[in-house]
Nanobody, 113 residues
Framework: QAQLVQSGGGSVHPGGSLRLSCVSSGSIFKFNEMAWYRQAPGKERELVARVGTAGSTRYADFVKGRFTISRDNAKKTFYLQMNSLEPDDTAVYYC???????WSQGTQVTVSS
């Protein structure tokens, strides 16, 4: 079964940037749409962004213009570049196959003054 391992979380001040990456260990990556989700304390998990097999993208309204999702099929990796971070972006971030229940372990992103 394919697995997803992510990296790149951390703590930044408001207005700062972070880049998350997610690597697949399986052979199905290039055939599937991938997605980033996040979950803040006391809130439900929410979809942040999606990237299709050939690079088409979709974003939640609350990150549009600030975050960029991309993928590299040769490396079986996809990314979330997060700019202009705000305190409300503080959450645990997860990567996932959009159509399958395969999740990464999650990593904390904290934005605070």
């Amino acid at each position: 079964q394919a697995q997803l391992v992510q990296s790149g979380g951390g703590s930044v001040h408001p207005g700062g940037s972070l880049r998350l990456s997610c690597v697949s260990s399986g052979s199905i990556f290039k055939f599937n749409e991938m997605a980033w989700y996040r979950q803040a304390p006391g809130k439900e998990r929410e979809l942040v962004a999606r990237v299709g097999t050939a690079g088409s993208t979709r974003y939640a309204d609350f990150v549009k213009g600030r975050f960029t999702i991309s993928r590299d099929n040769a490396k079986k990796t996809f990314y979330l570049q997060m700019n202009s971070l705000e305190p409300d972006d503080t959450a645990v971030y997860y990567c996932k196959y959009f159509d399958y229940g395969i999740w990464s372990q999650g990593t904390q992103v904290t934005v605070s003054s």
